[in-house]
């Protein structure tokens, strides 16, 4: 049995099971690159460690209109990385 392409990233596994979950419900449903996973995972792992829960919070699929394959995955990572962001640029509490 091979692995899956966000099995392979390195930090993935490290995610609670419901992230991992749901991002591999989103690369499935949308087909993103490896590159586009690896910032997912990234920023994933990043929320995690702030305790400010997964992107999910971020997802907005209305927002996909007509749009498909990599136009749609390309919105979708603009989307979630946006919200990232703000939250990366806010003051977060670290445990101590």
């Known amino acids: 049995m091979s692995l899956s392409r966000l099995e392979q990233i390195a930090g993935f596994s490290k995610l609670p099971l419901d992230r991992q979950t749901w991002l591999q419900g989103l690369s499935h449903a949308h087909g993103f690159s490896l590159q586009q996973l690896r910032f997912l995972v990234e920023y994933s792992l990043d929320l995690n460690c702030w305790d400010m829960g997964g992107l999910d919070r971020f997802y907005r699929p209305d927002v996909l209109g ?13 989307q979630l990385k946006s ?4 939250l990366k640029n806010t003051q977060k509490p670290y445990p101590a």
């Open 66 to 78: 007509k749009a498909t394959g990599k136009q749609a995955a390309a919105k979708i990572l603009s």
């Open 83 to 86: 919200g990232y962001e703000a």
